[in-house]
């Protein structure tokens, strides 16, 4: 049982490439999340999936896409990076009875 | 959203207990209160959640002011690898499905050996 799993774990970027996040979770759990966190701050939420073919925004959407492929993957796309992009990137997925949400390990991305 | 008041950071030595402060004056009725805390370089991860009493896990305990307006995580014996940044989180489920949490800039805990 591999939890929330994200690829890559470290990216580079230059300015205006384009690249996609993934994340996949093995739980069954019908919630997935992406969030991005800049140093010294909290998590913020950038999309949000809510159950297998909806996807609706978060806090902070702009300038990404989201995939809701499956129950099990939700993937973040970047159509052309910028350097505020640079962030951790953390998928999570929520089980819906304890009300818990488990995050994955993160993404740590640069755009240069 | 309700919003929740946390220091910004705490010290603890080693097998002490560590009582985590909240504050959350705001609170309304229907607000759960979660805590999750972020080990170094990992995602955040669970702790515990609570709407009006105390409650235990293997983890920590989380005890609920009777006015709901503060509560605070304890830990009772702290080990090192208790030192992350702890946060605090109201959640209102009214939102159904579109469950969400919001972090703030929680609580840096050091444990001393």
């Known amino acids: 049982n591999a939890g929330v799993t994200q690829t890559p774990k470290f990216q580079v970027l230059k300015t205006g490439q384009s690249m996609t996040l993934q994340c996949a979770q093995d739980m069954n759990h019908n919630s997935m999340y992406w969030y991005r966190q800049d140093p010294g701050m909290g998590l913020r939420l950038i999309y949000y999936s809510a159950s297998e073919g909806t996807t609706d925004k978060g806090e902070v959407p702009n300038g990404y896409n989201v995939s809701r492929l499956n129950k099990r993957e939700f993937s973040l796309r970047l159509e052309s990076a910028a350097p505020s992009q640079t962030s951790v990137y953390f998928c999570?997925?929520?089980?819906?009875?304890?009300?818990?949400?488990?995050f994955g390990p993160g993404t740590r991305l640069t755009v240069l | 959203d309700a919003k929740t008041t946390q220091p910004n950071s705490m010290e603890s030595n080693e097998e002490e207990p560590v009582h985590l402060p909240c504050n959350h004056s705001?609170?309304?009725?229907?607000?759960?209160i979660h805590w999750y805390r972020q080990l170094p370089s990992q995602g955040p991860e669970y702790v515990i959640h609570g709407l009006t009493s105390n409650v235990n896990n293997r983890m920590a305990s989380l005890a609920i002011a009777e006015d709901r307006k503060s509560s605070t995580l304890i830990l009772h014996r702290a080990t090192l690898r208790d030192a992350a940044v702890y946060y605090c989180?109201?959640?209102?489920?009214?939102?159904?499905?579109?469950?969400?949490?919001?972090f703030g800039k929680g609580t840096l805990l050091t444990v001393n050996p």
């Open positions: 989180i109201l959640r209102d489920p009214s939102g159904g499905s579109n469950y969400k949490l919001t």
């Open positions: 705001t609170i309304s009725g229907t607000d759960y």
């Open positions: 999570a997925s929520r089980n819906f009875v304890l009300n818990e949400q488990f």
